[in-house]
């Protein structure tokens, strides 16, 4: 904390007045990059149909699949790097700041949708849509990464809109 205060020329203090925490600061950086990177797209154009909208956002969670030689190196890279012995905490702390972000985004999706009548439920069964389809998302992620039985993007986008659908019933 002390370093990033001083590189931004400013006092430790302050800056533990912004960002009490070293988790906080990582959720703020990380945060304001993931969100610079996701878009909302057209999830509030009520002439596109629902699922549609939605399903165009979630694909963008989605990472771009790797030339299949180097995908299961990259993979174990990053899982070694973020959770393995020597994993860093700020790898684990970034990792969560991300995951945490995307959840908030794809709720925030799903709140759009149950505003104009699409979707049912309370705020915690929106919450758990959300982790449901986060869920999928990660599966597809995985399979892009692990290429045992690599699907192509017309099988990914089936699947991701079964997850859709499942959610906005």
Do not use: K, N
Request: proline share 6%; hydrophobic share 50%; glycine share 6%.
């Amino acid at each position: 904390m002390r370093a990033v205060a001083a590189r931004a020329g400013i006092g430790a203090s302050t800056l533990r007045y912004y960002f009490p925490s070293q988790r906080d600061l990582y959720e703020a950086v990380f945060g304001a990059a993931f969100d610079a990177t996701l878009l909302d797209l057209r999830i509030h154009d009520t002439s596109v149909p629902p699922a549609e909208r939605l399903a165009e956002c979630l694909a963008q969670l989605l990472p771009p699949a790797p030339p299949l030689e180097q995908a299961v190196e990259r993979w174990l890279d990053v899982i070694t790097a973020t959770f393995g012995p020597g994993g860093a905490p700020e790898a684990r702390l970034a990792w969560s700041a991300v995951s945490r972000r995307a959840r908030s985004r794809v709720t925030a999706w799903l709140a759009a949708l149950a505003a104009e009548g699409a979707l049912t439920g309370d705020v915690a069964a929106v919450e758990r849509r959300a982790r449901l389809l986060l869920t999928v998302v990660d599966g597809l992620a995985l399979g892009r990464l692990v290429p045992i039985e690599r699907l192509d993007e017309s099988q990914e986008r089936s699947v991701l809109d079964d997850a859709v659908a499942a959610v906005l019933r």
